[in-house]
């Protein structure tokens, strides 16, 4: 059969035209995923980093400004928490510094005072070596205080006579400790044994940390530890009675080493079981310096020590000062 030359020639157009379209509609479609897949440019990029970098900045100060906060939270409260306690062993000590109970049914004192029986005294700049029998004074105006107490021990007393003179430890009430916790040995004679104890405190660094703390060597054994970290100085001041006759007001603030030496003892003037007590010293003015147990970084603040300097600490460590007053209550009778 014979194809009309008319339907040939239209039949390849029409193949012709749709090659065409099918060639201009690749190509555009080429042309414009190139472009969807284009890059960004470097001024683009450098903005977009500028920007992520900026804020990055900025939560990270957030962040280093909340945990400094935090950091000086825990160390305010630190430091409130030792200082307090701190100022509570001073005061506790210092309280009990003189008690002598009226141990017997006659109304004899358990431990007869003299003339030189001291209730506590101090050392300025803290003691050359605690241990001693016979503590020496450093005497160094800069170097933490160091303090003594006697008090005797609560020992309980039973009756085996008219006198009632025998005293032996009641196992319901226990014996009397020092500041380490060891018993005082029970006196085998009660008229002639001392029934004092003393405890020694004083401010000195820590072996192990290189840190000052508060020490207590008790008297029973001989024992001393740290009993409060963080205690960097001691300072005492006495408030003394300095008058030519005695009226129990004090008129004078002093140091330790200015206190003179009789002020600090008991004067008995109506024989060994008189209550009258003419020692001079009244009160105790303490004031400790108490530190962080971390630096907190960028930390910096200024304060007035205990000796009335101003000082700006640029460690990070939190330091604080607290201060009290202690009154000498064992001075009158009925102690």
Same mark, same amino acid.
């Given at each position: 059969?014979?194809?009309?030359?008319?339907?040939?020639?239209?039949?390849?157009?029409?193949?012709?035209?749709?090659? #065409?379209?099918?060639?201009?509609?690749?190509?555009?479609?080429?042309?414009?995923?190139?472009?969807?897949?284009?890059?960004?440019?470097? /001024?683009?990029?450098?903005?977009?980093?500028?920007?992520?970098?900026?804020?990055?900045? #900025?939560?990270?100060?957030?962040?280093?400004?909340?945990?400094?906060?935090?950091?000086?939270?825990?160390?305010?409260?630190?430091?409130?928490?030792?200082?307090?306690?701190?100022?509570?062993?001073?005061?506790?000590?210092?309280?009990?510094?003189?008690?002598?109970?009226?141990?017997?049914?006659?109304?004899?004192?358990?431990?007869?005072?003299?003339?030189?029986?001291?209730?506590?005294?101090? @050392?300025?700049?803290?003691?050359?070596?605690?241990?001693?029998?016979?503590?020496?004074?450093?005497?160094?105006?800069?170097?933490?205080?160091?303090?003594?107490?006697?008090?005797?021990?609560?020992?309980?007393?039973?009756?085996?006579?008219?006198?009632?003179?025998?005293?032996?430890?009641?196992?319901?009430?226990?014996?009397?400790?020092?500041?380490?916790?060891?018993?005082?040995?029970?006196?085998?004679?009660?008229?002639? #044994?001392?029934?004092?104890?003393? !405890?020694?405190?004083?401010?000195?660094?820590?072996?192990?940390?290189?840190?000052?703390?508060?020490?207590?060597?008790?008297?029973?054994?001989?024992?001393?530890?740290?009993?409060?970290?963080?205690?960097?100085? /001691?300072?005492?001041?006495?408030?003394?009675?300095?008058?030519?006759?005695?009226?129990?007001?004090?008129?004078?603030?002093?140091?330790?080493?200015?206190?003179?030496?009789?002020?600090?003892?008991?004067?008995?003037? !109506?024989?060994? !079981?008189?209550?009258?007590?003419?020692?001079?010293?009244? +009160?105790?003015?303490? @004031?400790?310096?108490?530190?962080?147990?971390?630096?907190?970084?960028?930390?910096?603040?200024?304060?007035?020590? @205990?000796?009335? +300097?101003?000082?700006?600490?640029?460690?990070?460590?939190?330091?604080?000062?607290?201060?009290?007053?202690?009154?000498?209550?064992?001075?009158?009778?009925?102690?």
């Amino acid at each position: 059969m014979t194809v009309p030359a008319a339907s040939v020639s239209a039949s390849a157009s029409a193949s012709a035209s749709a090659s #065409a379209s099918v060639s201009v509609s690749v190509s555009v479609s080429a042309r414009g995923s190139r472009r969807a897949q284009r890059g960004r440019s470097v /001024l683009e990029l450098m903005v977009a980093v500028t920007i992520g970098m900026t804020m990055t900045l #900025a939560l990270f100060g957030i962040y280093l400004n909340a945990r400094t906060s935090s950091s000086g939270i825990d160390s305010d409260a630190a430091v409130a928490d030792s200082g307090r306690y701190a100022l509570a062993v001073v005061g506790r000590a210092l309280r009990q510094a003189g008690y002598l109970r009226q141990a017997h049914h006659d109304d004899s004192w358990a431990v007869m005072p003299d003339a030189t029986f001291r209730s506590f005294d101090a @050392c300025l700049g803290g003691f050359q070596d605690p241990s001693a029998a016979v503590p020496v004074c450093r005497g160094v105006d800069g170097d933490p205080d160091g303090f003594r107490v006697f008090h005797a021990v609560d020992i309980a007393e039973k009756a085996t006579g008219p006198a009632f003179r025998s005293v032996a430890a009641d196992p319901a009430r226990g014996r009397g400790v020092d500041c380490m916790g060891d018993e005082v040995a029970t006196p085998a004679s009660p008229e002639t #044994a001392t029934f004092v104890v003393e !405890n020694r405190y004083y401010v000195t660094t820590h072996p192990s940390t290189g840190l000052r703390e508060l020490y207590c060597r008790g008297g029973a054994q001989g024992r001393a530890q740290p009993v409060v970290e963080g205690v960097e100085d /001691l300072v005492l001041r006495f408030a003394v009675d300095s008058s030519t006759v005695r009226n129990m007001s004090a008129d004078t603030l002093m140091r330790a080493d200015e206190v003179p030496a009789a002020a600090w003892n008991w004067a008995e003037t !109506n024989g060994a !079981n008189a209550s009258v007590r003419a020692r001079r010293v009244l +009160a105790v003015e303490v @004031c400790l310096l108490v530190r962080a147990p971390r630096p907190v970084p960028g930390l910096e603040r200024t304060y007035v020590d @205990c000796r009335g +300097a101003t000082r700006t600490d640029r460690d990070g460590i939190l330091r604080q000062t607290f201060r009290s007053t202690i009154g000498a209550r064992n001075h009158v009778s009925g102690s």
